[in-house]
């Protein structure tokens, strides 16, 4: 069946840092890809999506290209704020939505 | 524009009490999902409802159903409580019937914790 890895947290990094947490896949079909974002206390954003390989999604200096023949959707981002700090879930859709487990993102000033 | 709303935000039960959950979705939108979220995991799939039909459900027990009424807005029910049931309950809504396409606004949860 299908699947997600997320590489496992908690991640820690000094602000400004370069930021990647890495996301695989497992899927019979040709699903869509997703990256939400929960922070404390509250429900899952959307951070940013790609429907198709090759297409790069991107959002507040995040970003994550769809690589079909590496089955991987990372998460980037060049320079990560304090505010940044949260858990941050790949997820792919295909008949439904699947998400990884989650990784924690913790960022000091 | 609101977004997605849910109620209560924190409920606690007893074992083998009953709940009911509620989600409003997002203007337009008519399809309303439902997850459970336990804690240091992803979010498990419930249902979806499109159109007050059932579009999709995941592996959950019989204990769990949920409805959809006219204006668009759900209900989920959780009978005979155990306290593995204890999690936030999400809940999401987005304009497609399913598939691959198909993007989830999630609202804030509704925490619930049976002792």
């Known amino acids: 069946g299908n699947s997600v890895t997320q590489m496992e947290g908690p991640v820690t990094l000094s602000e400004e840092a370069f930021l990647t947490i890495n996301c695989t896949y497992t899927a019979t079909g040709y699903p869509s890809l997703f990256w939400y974002v929960q922070y404390p206390g509250e429900g899952l954003q959307l951070l940013l999506k790609?429907?198709?390989?090759?297409d790069k999604g991107s959002n507040k200096g995040f970003e994550a290209t769809y690589r079909k023949e590496t089955t991987s959707f990372h998460l980037e981002k060049g320079s990560v704020q304090v505010s940044d700090s949260a858990v941050y879930f790949c997820a792919l859709r295909d008949d439904k939505i699947i998400f990884g487990k989650g990784t924690r993102l913790h960022i000091l000033p | 524009d609101a977004g997605v709303t849910q109620s209560p935000t924190h409920l606690i039960k007893t074992r083998g009490q009953h709940v009911t959950l509620r989600c409003s979705p997002i203007s337009g939108h008519k399809s309303v999902s439902w997850y459970q979220q336990v804690l240091g995991q992803g979010p498990q799939f419930i249902f979806q409802?499109?159109?007050?039909?059932?579009?999709g459900r995941g592996n959950f027990p019989d204990r769990f159903s949920a409805r959809q009424f006219p204006n668009y807005s759900s209900e989920l029910n959780v009978n005979a409580l155990l306290l593995g049931d204890s999690a936030l309950y999400l809940c999401?809504?987005?304009?497609?019937?399913?598939?691959?396409?198909?993007?989830?606004?999630f609202g804030p949860g509704t925490r619930l914790t049976v002792l």
């Open positions: 409802y499109y159109e007050k039909e059932e579009r």
């Open positions: 999401a809504s987005s304009s497609e019937p399913g598939g691959r396409t198909d993007t989830q606004y």
């Open positions: 790609a429907t198709k390989a090759d």
